[in-house]
């Protein structure tokens, strides 16, 4: 179980904003895992799971595209009533915050990815409640 690197890149609210960000990853070989893009008054937030997100952030920085790496954890789901809550339960209980969370359908099965203010404590606290989390290698 670890703590996943996530893009957290600028996006101007206009058209081809997000095609010129795609169109850098293209270029350098950097596959999008997941993502997700909430929007704010004039400019955006792509949030982006990479398969080397070291490499993307450089080659965006290198394209003056702001961009930073954040921790997320990514918790593995099934697709039923009450997984969520399982996970929002916990992390309750152990006083952590989710700042924001997005999903995923990948090849090990559906999961969520978390924003939470202490991923290793978080990491823990699912651990002892029998909770896995999926490692960048498992996306």
Same mark, same amino acid.
């Given at each position: 179980?670890?703590?996943?690197?996530?893009?957290?890149?600028?996006v101007?609210?206009?058209?081809?904003?997000?095609?010129?960000?795609?169109?850098?990853?293209?270029?350098?070989?950097?596959?999008?895992?997941?993502?997700?893009?909430a929007?704010?008054?004039g400019?955006?937030?792509?949030?982006?799971?990479? =398969? &080397? @997100?070291?490499? $993307?952030? %450089?080659? +965006? !920085?290198?394209?003056?595209?702001?961009?930073?790496?954040?921790?997320?954890?990514?918790?593995?789901?099934?697709?039923?009533?009450?997984?969520?809550?399982?996970?929002?339960?916990?992390?309750?209980?152990?006083?952590?915050?989710?700042?924001?969370?997005?999903a995923?359908?990948g090849?090990?099965?559906?999961?969520?990815?978390?924003?939470? =203010? &202490? @991923?290793?404590? $978080?990491? %823990?606290? +699912? !651990?002892?409640?029998?909770?896995?989390?999926?490692?960048?290698?498992?996306?």
């Open positions: 179980m670890s703590v996943i690197t996530q893009l957290s890149i600028f101007n609210n206009e058209p081809g904003s997000f095609a010129g960000i795609t169109a850098a990853l293209k270029e350098c070989g950097i596959n999008l895992k997941a993502f997700n893009i929007e704010s008054s400019f955006g937030v792509l949030r982006a799971i990479a =398969d &080397n @997100p070291n490499e $993307a952030c %450089e080659t +965006l !920085k290198k394209r003056n595209i702001v961009v930073k790496l954040t921790d997320v954890i990514a918790v593995p789901m099934e697709d039923k009533p009450g997984e969520i809550y399982k996970v929002a339960k916990v992390f309750g209980e152990s006083n952590i915050n989710i700042e924001y969370a997005y995923y359908a090849p090990k099965g559906p999961a969520v990815f978390f924003r939470v =203010d &202490n @991923p290793e404590i $978080a990491i %823990e606290a +699912l !651990k002892a409640a029998g909770l896995e989390t999926l490692d960048a290698a498992d996306l």
